[in-house]
């Protein structure tokens, strides 16, 4: 664990110092200026629309980002790491929260821009979606991605990030909707799509364990 | 003494085709091993295999009795030190940000010594004053000592050294000789060292290995594979540039393999006694000046072996 927090300052450090990023924040910055813009006020619903904006906020910067997990091959640092007492999962789970950090910090602020501008009312269910959900499934997302980089030899493989997103996308819309159908409260869809996302985490964490080295150094 | 690296009848195939053939070899405590040969001959999976990276296809490589690839072998690794083809450093990261990463992965938590670790390696590279930078800026030669610093940070007992001087200048290349050097008798650091200059191995290294497209042709230490592999040749040098015919005919009728000497007044006797061919060519009336014996390296017995000369 300690050495997964190496890895996510690394990251971190990394972030901050990437153009790819910025540029990430950029667009979503200029996407809800000009979507705040052109949209008349009471045309959406607001506290619906936050369901939707946090976690695809979250997953675009972090689709962005998600060429972390295999930058080090390209680089020729992968092979020195791998022969560090590094674990493939200390790696995988540093780079995954390394790239949640910044990717959940792009989804707050796009919340906090569109709910001061379009004044959402944060309640508790929506409280919890915000903090507890949105990092959750952007974190199965990021995850997923980077597993699944990983057993296809360290590729990105860029039609994988839309497979994800909108595999898991489809179970979190189907737990709302099936909330919305049933009168079951908000709070057990929510606690179901945090669950599903957790469960697709340690998936990927089960993952790790069966992917070689020899896999991921192949040319 | 037990020996720090043992491979033994190691082989590996990549789709169906032999890499490494069987090859057998052990490297002390202590000792600097230099693994020569052409590029493909398998030096580099040879190394990765021992380090955990890639699977042998069978036989054994281990280090200090263990194998790397294993899973539980994190406390081995802290004892490894690597530098590979690749510097194994962040393009983002400074000089001393990348040292400090490897510095705490390899478990040197506490700060101060952390701090003193860096600043005692990167002045023996000649980095401290490019610390700030990132690796991204730094030339070549530069990247590659910071290499060196960053495969020395956990102060391995066992080091790999893959090409360490590629891209170095003359300075750069002494500095990592001297430094291989000290730590293999200084400090007992068992080295594995590959590179393609011959002269260099020949001074860094005690014993070497060579592979041809996966074989280990040649083992041993270096001055019996000299002796083992090179031809004894006698320069006879002659008081008359005009004798020089009548010398080359004489020895020639005994049967002496003889070449006439790039430089003047001298001819080149291979595989002959020394004492023997003095008497025989001033039997004949031939001034000799002087007889000397040329000296062998490394790089004669190489291309002896790789190529067949």
């Known amino acids: ?219 | 003494m037990k020996h720090v690296i043992e491979v033994e009848g190691l082989i590996k195939e990549f789709n169906s085709v032999r890499v490494l053939d069987g090859i057998t070899f052990y490297v002390d405590e202590g000792e600097v091993f230099g693994l020569l040969g052409p590029n493909g001959a398998g030096k580099t999976t040879t190394i990765k295999i021992l380090l955990g990276l890639l699977k042998p296809t069978s036989g054994k490589a281990l280090v200090f009795g263990k194998s790397l690839a294993n899973d539980g072998s994190k406390d081995l690794r802290r004892r490894v030190g690597v530098l590979l083809e690749g510097d194994g450093l962040f393009p983002k990261l400074t000089a001393y940000e990348n040292l400090d990463f490897y510095a705490r992965i390899y478990g040197l938590s506490n700060r101060r010594e952390r701090e003193l670790r860096i600043k005692e390696l990167l002045e023996l590279v000649d980095l401290y004053e490019v610390r700030d930078l990132k690796v991204a800026y730094l030339s070549r030669g530069m990247r590659r000592r910071l290499a060196l610093a960053r495969a020395l940070i956990n102060n391995p007992k066992v080091l790999f050294l893959d090409e360490p001087t590629v891209g170095l200048d003359p300075e750069s290349r002494v500095m990592v000789r001297d430094l291989v050097i000290k730590l293999s008798k200084k400090w007992g650091v068992t080295i594995l060292y590959t590179s393609h200059d011959l002269r260099e191995v020949e001074e860094v290294c005690l014993k070497v290995g060579i592979l041809v497209r996966g074989r280990l042709i040649a083992y041993g230490y270096v001055s019996e594979l000299i002796s083992r592999f090179s031809k004894s040749v006698i320069e006879v040098r002659l008081s008359r540039e005009c004798e020089l015919l009548k010398a080359y005919n004489a020895l020639k009728l005994r049967g002496y393999i003889v070449e006439i000497s790039s430089s003047n007044r001298s001819i080149l006797v291979i595989d002959g006694d020394a004492p023997e061919v003095l008497r025989e060519l001033v039997s004949d009336g031939v001034n000799v000046e002087e007889v000397r014996r040329l000296g062998s390296s490394l790089e004669d017995v190489y291309f002896k072996i790789v190529k067949g000369d």
Request: proline share 3%; charged share 15%.
């Open chain 1, 1 to 219: 664990m300690r050495r997964s927090l190496i890895i996510v300052k690394k990251e971190l450090v990394e972030t901050l110092r990437d153009r790819a990023t910025v540029s990430s924040y950029l667009f979503v910055g200029a996407f809800l200026m000009l979507f705040n813009s052109t949209t008349f006020k009471g045309v959406i619903n607001v506290e619906a629309f936050t369901v939707y904006l946090a976690p695809v906020v979250g997953v675009a910067v972090g689709f962005n980002l998600a060429n972390r997990f295999v930058r080090e091959k390209g680089e020729g640092v992968l092979e020195t790491l791998l022969c560090s007492p590094l674990t493939l999962t200390e790696l995988w789970l540093g780079k995954v929260v390394g790239l949640l950090i910044p990717s959940y910090i792009a989804s707050l602020i796009s919340v906090m821009v569109i709910g001061i501008a379009r004044g959402l009312t944060l309640d508790a269910p929506l409280l919890i979606y915000i903090t507890l959900v949105t990092p959750a499934f952007i974190a199965s997302v990021i995850g997923l991605l980077g597993c699944l980089y990983w057993i296809l030899g360290m590729r990105e493989v860029r039609i994988l990030n839309y497979v994800v997103f909108f595999t898991l996308s489809a179970v979190m819309f189907i737990v709302l909707r099936f909330v919305n159908a049933m009168s079951v409260s908000i709070e057990l869809g929510y606690l179901v799509i945090t669950a599903t996302s957790l469960a697709m985490l340690s998936l990927a964490t089960c993952l790790m364990r069966y992917i070689s080295k020899e896999r991921l150094i192949k040319p």
